[in-house]
Each structure stands twice: as C-alpha cells, then as structure tokens.
Nanobody, 126 residues
Framework: QVQLVESGGGSAQDGGSLRLSCALS????????MGWFRQSPGNEREGVAA???????RYADSVKDRFTISLDNAANALYLQMNNLKPEDTAMYYC????????????????????WGQGTQVTVSS
C-alpha cells in the first residue's frame, strides 16, 4: 500500500524559508508524476510544483523562482524548498503521486493524482 507522509511545515516570517519533505512508502518512482499542491480556506486545491516521469518540472507562476521541487530516489523522498515566502503562501501543503505512467509536462489537475498525503500546514506572517 502506497503511503505519503509530509513534514517540515510550520511558521515563517515574510521572506523566510521552509523545506517540506514527503516520505514515500510502498512506492517506487518509475514513470509516474509526483507533485506538491496547496489549499487555503475557501479556495480550491492548486498545483504548486510537479515532476514528471521523464523529469520535466513545472511550477505555478506564483512560486516560480522561489520554490524548488526535488526528488531523492535513494531516500524515496520528495522535497519542496520554499524561499522568499510570502503571506499568500499560507496553506495546507500536500504531496501526491500518480499510479500510472506520466510523461511530458506534469499535470496540476488534482484528479490526475491518485495517492495523497495528509498535508502539512505552512503559515507565513508579515
């Protein structure tokens, strides 16, 4: 059974940094897509960053040049380095993976991803 567990969330000041981790168990990354999503109260879950089976990376415009997604195959972990955080980055952050081959530009549609973690809260204060 595939399980995803996020960690690394917390509080940060405007302009600060946090690094999120997603530990994957029961999952071997092969040709699937993996991504980070976020959801704030009253808003839909949105894609933040994702990596495809052929290692193409996509970022939301709102986080480009501030966030970096990376994958450590040996550690079976996905990371999201978040720099220059802003109050509007405040949200619950989730990692997710597909259970099918996923090549080309990774999707940001939530229905494309079949396994989700429980989320980790990020709060940025001004």
């Amino acid at each position: 059974q595939v399980q995803l567990v996020e960690s690394g969330g917390g509080s940060a000041q405007d302009g600060g940094s946090l690094r999120l981790s997603c530990a994957l168990s029961g999952y071997t990354w092969n040709r699937g897509c993996m991504g980070w999503f976020r959801q704030s109260p009253g808003n839909e879950r949105e894609g933040v960053a994702a990596i495809s089976g052929d290692q193409l990376i996509r970022y939301a415009d709102s986080v480009k040049d501030r966030f970096t997604i990376s994958l450590d195959n040996a550690a079976n972990a996905l990371y999201l380095q978040m720099n220059n955080l802003k109050p509007e980055d405040t949200a619950m952050y989730y990692c997710a993976v597909t259970n099918h081959n996923c090549i080309g530009g990774p999707p940001f549609t939530t229905r494309s991803y079949s396994v989700w973690g429980q989320g980790t809260q990020v709060t940025v204060s001004s």
